[in-house]
């Protein structure tokens, strides 16, 4: 193992969206909800859900295998698997571990990072820093959730926010100057109760009470988790740009958590960052945790938004709490 400081960045980047579409009218249905409603409060259309036999590691491994052929790089030459997730195939063992297996990533160590809808940029950060030192050349990190199968679908305040997908990138290192140039992490850990799933870990297992009082889906105090959102996108972006001495005139594109189009709003007013210069895509895909930030990270550079040579910040913000953000050179 070597012990020098490299420059890592993203060699690759890749999604999956489940093919199943369910619209606000479908919603309408289930309900007592309106498009109109959701798209006003939200930004959000439509959302993709996974079929009944389909679980969280099905969606990372085409999104995984996408991103390792776009780096021309084989499973075996993997290092490490990191996937983000809060909706993972099992409480263990881990899904990352599932993924090297039907990857055929032999060599590959595994582990599932949990952070709330910021999981993809801890996992990012995380990825760089095992590259940078030279302990390992090629991670891949995943971003995968099926958070349809945490939520409450009689639960009107919750069931229209999210969806399920997969984004996943490779980690290896470039050339000095590319990749990551700074980020940004923190929790607030006080306000964890705002948004979680009560129940099915070791303080409340599951059981008859927890199941009849619906404990296993997500709970969110919106408003709270509202404000919040606006305040630490912009003040953790802000902290990443100022570590590498960029402001945000110079980056090319923002592209937050796609959690909820008037945070978003507010988000990069806040910033002071035109919507031209920010990746949305909401609208199609809800709220996919720890997978928005990938798919619509992919979206950019599949039509050319983003080109190799920009400078990119990501940013997120979800349930711990936490917030995040990483700002790149494509
Ligand atoms: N359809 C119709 N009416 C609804 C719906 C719905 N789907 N949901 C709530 N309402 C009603 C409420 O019952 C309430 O009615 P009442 O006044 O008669 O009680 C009214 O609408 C207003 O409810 P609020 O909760 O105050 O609505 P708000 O304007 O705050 O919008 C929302 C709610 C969309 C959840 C908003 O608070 C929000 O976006 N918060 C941020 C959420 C977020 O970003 N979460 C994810 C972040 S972390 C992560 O990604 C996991």
Same mark, same amino acid.
């Given at each position: 193992?070597?012990?020098? #400081?490299?420059?890592?960045?993203?060699?690759?980047?890749?999604? +999956?969206?489940?093919?199943?579409?369910?619209?606000?009218?479908?919603?309408?249905?289930?309900?007592?909800?309106?498009?109109? /409603?959701?798209?006003?409060?939200?930004?959000?259309?439509?959302?993709?859900?996974?079929?009944?036999?389909?679980?969280?590691? *099905?969606? =990372?491994?085409?999104?995984?295998?996408?991103?390792?052929?776009?780096?021309?790089? =084989?499973?075996?030459?993997?290092?490490?698997?990191?996937?983000?997730?809060? &909706?993972?195939? +099992?409480?263990?063992?881990?899904?990352? %571990?599932?993924?090297? *297996?039907?990857?055929?990533?032999?060599?590959?160590?595994?582990?599932?990072?949990?952070?709330?809808?910021? @999981?993809?940029? +801890?996992?990012?950060?995380?990825?760089?820093?095992?590259?940078?030192?030279?302990?390992?050349?090629?991670?891949? #990190? #995943? $971003?995968?959730?099926?958070?349809?199968?945490?939520?409450? /679908?009689?639960?009107?305040? &919750?069931?229209?926010?999210?969806?399920? @997908?997969? $984004?996943?990138?490779?980690?290896?290192?470039?050339?000095?100057?590319?990749?990551?140039?700074?980020?940004?992490?923190?929790?607030?850990?006080? $306000?964890?109760?705002?948004?979680?799933?009560?129940?099915?870990?070791?303080?409340?297992?599951?059981?008859?009470?927890?199941?009849?009082?619906?404990?296993?889906?997500?709970?969110?105090?919106?408003?709270?988790?509202?404000?919040?959102?606006?305040?630490?996108?912009?003040? %953790? =972006?802000?902290?990443?740009?100022?570590?590498?001495?960029?402001?945000? =005139?110079?980056?090319?594109?923002?592209?937050?958590?796609?959690?909820?189009?008037?945070?978003?709003? %507010?988000?990069?007013?806040?910033? $002071? #960052?035109?919507?031209?210069?920010?990746?949305?895509?909401? *609208?199609? +895909?809800?709220?996919?945790?720890?997978?928005?930030?990938?798919?619509?990270? *992919?979206?950019?550079? &599949?039509?050319?938004?983003?080109?190799?040579?920009?400078?990119?910040?990501?940013?997120?913000?979800?349930?711990?709490?936490? /917030?995040?953000?990483?700002?790149?050179? /494509?």
């Amino acid at each position: 193992m070597s012990s020098t #400081v490299r420059s890592a960045g993203l060699a690759s980047i890749a999604s +999956y969206l489940p093919e199943r579409v369910l619209t606000n009218y479908d919603l309408e249905k289930i309900v007592d909800t309106s498009d109109e /409603w959701i798209r006003t409060r939200t930004g959000i259309a439509e959302r993709r859900i996974v079929d009944p036999q389909q679980c969280t590691s *099905d969606i =990372a491994v085409p999104a995984a295998v996408e991103a390792l052929e776009r780096a021309q790089v =084989a499973a075996e030459e993997v290092d490490l698997i990191i996937v983000a997730t809060v &909706t993972g195939d +099992y409480v263990f063992p881990a899904t990352a %571990s599932l993924v090297q *297996d039907r990857l055929g990533a032999s060599r590959a160590g595994a582990f599932d990072l949990q952070a709330g809808c910021t @999981g993809f940029i +801890y996992a990012i950060a995380t990825a760089c820093q095992f590259v940078s030192s030279g302990a390992m050349d090629t991670v891949l #990190v #995943v $971003g995968a959730e099926c958070l349809s199968r945490l939520t409450d /679908w009689s639960d009107r305040k &919750t069931c229209v926010l999210f969806g399920d @997908g997969a $984004g996943a990138a490779v980690i290896r290192p470039v050339e000095e100057g590319q990749g990551l140039l700074a980020f940004d992490l923190g929790s607030d850990g006080a $306000g964890g109760s705002l948004l979680q799933v009560e129940a099915g870990g070791s303080k409340s297992p599951a059981c008859l009470d927890t199941i009849e009082n619906n404990k296993h889906f997500i709970s969110m105090n919106g408003n709270e988790v509202f404000r919040f959102a606006v305040k630490v996108i912009g003040e %953790s =972006a802000e902290r990443a740009m100022a570590k590498c001495g960029l402001t945000s =005139a110079e980056v090319a594109c923002f592209i937050p958590h796609q959690a909820n189009m008037r945070v978003i709003d %507010s988000a990069a007013k806040r910033l $002071g #960052v035109p919507m031209e210069k920010v990746i949305v895509n909401v *609208d199609r +895909y809800g709220n996919t945790s720890s997978a928005s930030i990938p798919i619509a990270f *992919d979206e950019a550079v &599949t039509d050319g938004r983003i080109k190799r040579g920009d400078i990119v910040v990501c940013v997120g913000f979800g349930a711990g709490l936490t /917030w995040g953000s990483c700002v790149l050179r /494509w």
